[in-house]
C-alpha cells in the first residue's frame, strides 16, 4: 500500500474516533499513530490530514453542506462525513495533492470501509466541491456558514465588500 494512502486511512480511523469519543482523542494522535505505523513519513502525512481536518472541521462542514442537498452532515454516516471532511480538506487546504488523487482516494476509502453506495455518494458531493470551489474559485464559506466578504451571498447577490462604499 502506498504511504499517504495509508495514510489517510490512519486519519480517517482517528477522525471516526474523534467523531464518536471527542475532541480528547486528540491527545491520542501521536500514540496511536506509532502503535499503528512504522514508517515515520506515513505518519506525519496522517497526522497532517487529522491536524488540519480538526482545524477547519466547521467550515469544512460548511462546504459540504453548501453542495448536500438535502443532507445534513450528521445524518450521514460516520465513516462518510469523515472520509468526505478529510477529502474536502485536502482540496481545499493541501496544494500538493492534485484534487483527482484527493477524490479518488476519498471514494476508495469510502467503499472499502463504509456501504456499499458511498463511493458513488461521496463523488457526487466531492465532484461537486471540486467544481465549485477550486476550479471556478467560489469563495469558501466560513465556519459561521456566512459567505465571505466580497462572496456571492446566499440569494445570488454580491455581498458587500469591505472597500465597497469608500472613498
Request: net charge negative; proline share 7%; glycine share 8%.
Amino acid at each position: 500500500m502506498k504511504k499517504r494512502t495509508r495514510g489517510r486511512e490512519l486519519a480517517l480511523q482517528l477522525l471516526y474516533q474523534i467523531d464518536l469519543r471527542g475532541p480528547a482523542v486528540l491527545d491520542e494522535v501521536d500514540d496511536f499513530l506509532r502503535d499503528e505505523e512504522k514508517d515515520r513519513e506515513t505518519r506525519e502525512f496522517a497526522r497532517r490530514l487529522v491536524v488540519g481536518t480538526r482545524e477547519h472541521v466547521e467550515q469544512l462542514n460548511e462546504v459540504i453542506r453548501s453542495v448536500a442537498q438535502n443532507w445534513e452532515i450528521g445524518r450521514m454516516a460516520v465513516i462518510d462525513r469523515n472520509v468526505l471532511r478529510l477529502a474536502t480538506h485536502e482540496l481545499l487546504h493541501c496544494r500538493d495533492v492534485p484534487p483527482k488523487v484527493a477524490i479518488n482516494e476519498a471514494i476508495e476509502l469510502g467503499k472499502r470501509f463504509s456501504t456499499q453506495n458511498s463511493g458513488a455518494f461521496i463523488n457526487g458531493i466531492l465532484d461537486k466541491i471540486k467544481s465549485r470551489f477550486v476550479d471556478e474559485g467560489a469563495p469558501v464559506p466560513s465556519a459561521d456558514g456566512e459567505p465571505p466578504a466580497g462572496g456571492p451571498a446566499p440569494d445570488g447577490d454580491a455581498a458587500p465588500g469591505p472597500a465597497e462604499g469608500a472613498g
